[in-house]
């Protein structure tokens, strides 16, 4: 709550209050409608575990622009299904000028983060990598 009043006093600062909705909590079809109208999803949490985020983006067939540290690491496939970063303004900016700069690329970005997520995200891969454990496991495989 901190952090969020110290950004809400910064938009005011800068004059912006008309420009930035704060979304503490959403539907799902709030969600849904969010993606649908955004270009990117910015992700920043630095060293955050494994996320569902990032995932729900790129399901909407939304590049993610995220730190380059944590579960981001392992989800978005660095200039193919969006940008890592570093933790820095800079950093963000530049990926997200880039996107702004070539939706066309921000499409295709999509596109391939869709395709990332459902070959290798979805519930059956996940199924299917868990059967392969659990056998391996009955079979006495330490791997």
Request: net charge negative; glycine share 6%; hydrophobic share 40%.
């Amino acid at each position: 709550m901190e952090y969020l009043d110290e950004l809400k006093r910064l938009v005011e600062r800068k004059g912006v209050t008309d420009l930035i909705r704060f979304i503490m909590s959403c539907s799902t079809a709030e969600r849904n409608e969010l993606l649908a109208q955004c270009l990117c999803v910015l992700y920043t949490p630095k060293d955050e575990h494994f996320g569902i985020v990032p995932l729900e983006a790129m399901t909407a067939y939304k590049p993610v622009i995220a730190c380059n540290s944590g579960g981001p690491v392992e989800i978005v496939k660095n200039s193919v299904t969006g940008f890592l970063c570093d933790p820095n303004p800079q950093k963000f900016s530049l990926a997200m000028t880039k996107l702004i700069l070539d939706p066309h690329m921000a499409e295709n970005m999509g596109q391939d983060a869709r395709r990332h997520v459902t070959e290798s995200f979805s519930t059956k891969i996940f199924g299917q990598h868990l059967n392969r454990y659990l056998i391996d496991v009955a079979r006495g495989k330490d791997e």
